[in-house]
């Protein structure tokens, strides 16, 4: 049973292009959360998502970043025109319907550097 | 502003001895509490929760929790250094939001 995946680990931007994190949560999981860790600070959460719908966005800063998780594939974190603060390890996590939080498994990250 | 506190530390303790990691809470709503553990480089990994409180153990490990004082604790029996990484706390509200709020975490560091 695969965990949570996350791809690229890796990405490497430079200032002002756009980068797409994906997001595959565990089988059976419909949830998904969204977390950012900038250097030296706790996770921060960003946004969670069930099948087609946003259910929780209050994390999300309001311009550039915008999430999907479509009917059919992964979840999408966008980032549109990086920039440099935009540094950081973006952690996604699942879980099953009705979990509670301890029932969140986080995947390995995304760790993203803007040039 | 509702916030999760930790000492960054880096926590240093021996090899063998009784690691205490410690964390406040600023909401008293809060109702579920969490401890991660997060090697340097990895995603963070569940070890311990608790909701009640008093003591839950698992293991080496012993979560206190005093909603009275909001606080809650993280001690780690017979440390090893494999035990060495940072340490979230997280705390999730009342109302139905299973969203936690992490601290910035502890550093703690198991020498031989």
């Known amino acids: 049973n695969a965990g949570v995946m996350q791809n690229p680990r890796h990405l490497v931007r430079r200032r002002g292009q756009e980068a797409r994190l994906r997001c595959s949560p565990m089988k059976g999981h419909s949830h998904v959360y969204w977390y950012r860790q900038l250097p030296e600070e706790g996770l921060k959460f960003m946004v969670y998502?069930?099948?087609?719908?946003?259910?929780?966005e209050s994390g999300m800063p309001k311009e550039r970043f915008s999430a999907e998780f479509p009917k059919e594939g992964p979840s999408i974190l966008r980032i549109q025109q990086v920039v440099r603060g935009d540094s950081a390890a973006y952690f996604c996590?699942?879980?099953?319907?009705?979990?509670?939080?301890?029932?969140?498994?986080f995947g390995p990250g995304t760790r993203l550097t803007v040039l | 502003q509702k916030e999760v506190e930790q000492n960054s530390g880096p926590l240093s303790v021996p090899e063998g001895a009784i690691a205490s990691l410690n964390c406040t809470y600023s909401?008293?709503?809060?109702?579920?509490f969490f401890w991660y553990r997060q090697y340097s480089g990895k995603s963070p990994e569940l070890i311990m929760f608790?909701?009640?409180?008093g003591d839950k153990e698992d293991g080496r490990f012993t979560a206190q929790l005093n909603k009275a004082s909001q606080y809650v604790s993280l001690l780690i029996r017979d440390s090893q250094p494999s035990d060495s990484a940072t340490y979230l706390c997280?705390?999730?509200?009342?109302?139905?939001?299973?969203?936690?709020?992490f601290g910035r975490g502890t550093s703690l560091i198991v020498h031989p």
């Open positions: 909401d008293r709503g809060s109702q579920s």
């Open positions: 608790i909701y009640s409180n």
């Open positions: 997280a705390v999730t509200l009342s109302g139905g939001s299973y969203i936690p709020t």
């Open positions: 996590a699942s879980s099953p319907p009705g979990a509670s939080p301890n029932e969140q498994f």
């Open positions: 998502l069930q099948k087609e719908n946003i259910i929780d």
